[in-house]
């Protein structure tokens, strides 16, 4: 492998107003800037949605005699 990143060149159909409209929101220079930024926001948005799903997933113990300023304390 040359390269860390495999790179694919790619023909898209994009509505021209609305890569338009990101190029301006953005400040972004290029439309591959606007569509990078675009996918990592996506990715990233995805897998903060993943961990919302394992919220009330994990059980603590909701023990009475848990003192989490006690677990603070340097010995």
Not at 24 to 32: A, Y
């Given at each position: 492998?040359?390269?860390?990143?495999?790179?694919?060149?790619?023909?898209?159909?994009?509505?021209?107003?609305?890569?338009?409209?990101?190029?301006?929101?953005?400040?972004?220079?290029?439309?591959?800037a606007?569509?990078?930024?675009?996918?990592?926001?996506?990715?990233?948005?995805?897998?903060?949605?993943?961990?919302?799903?394992?919220?009330?997933a994990?059980?603590?113990?909701?023990?009475d005699?848990?003192?989490?300023?006690?677990?603070?304390?340097?010995?």
């Amino acid at each position: 492998m040359l390269c860390k990143y495999s790179h694919m060149a790619t023909n898209l159909q994009i509505e021209n107003d609305l890569i338009e409209e990101a190029l301006k929101l953005g400040e972004h220079r290029t439309k591959r800037a606007v569509v990078e930024e675009a996918l990592r926001e996506y990715v990233q948005r995805r897998k903060q949605l993943k961990v919302l799903e394992l919220f009330g997933a994990i059980e603590y113990d909701d023990d009475d005699d848990y003192d989490y300023k006690k677990q603070r304390q340097r010995p």
